[in-house]
């Protein structure tokens, strides 16, 4: 909950940053929602990726992202290919 906390209150335009962790602890989901596309690159290099992310890159496997609206080139950059399921917003 540490990353959620950083997140809400230190990346302006962050407007939602929550995570749900099944009781097995073998999935979960990522809830973000930013004010706009800025403001999720602003995520996207922030310290999360540059610093948090990569202590957990052999520990979680990231299956899909659901979208509303075009991601920045960025995340392709940091995330790879990632199936994307872009709802137009």
Do not use: Q
């Amino acid at each position: 909950m540490v990353c959620c906390e950083f997140v809400s209150g230190h990346e302006e335009g962050t407007l939602a940053y929550d995570w749900y962790v099944a009781e097995d602890k073998a999935s979960g989901k990522l809830f973000e929602v930013y004010r706009d596309r800025d403001a999720f690159e602003t995520h996207l290099l922030g310290p999360v990726f540059t610093e948090i992310g990569p202590k957990f890159k052999n520990a979680v496997t990231w299956l899909y992202i659901d979208s509303f609206g075009p991601l920045p080139e960025v995340f392709y950059d940091i995330l790879g290919a990632l199936p994307n399921r872009n709802w137009p917003g």
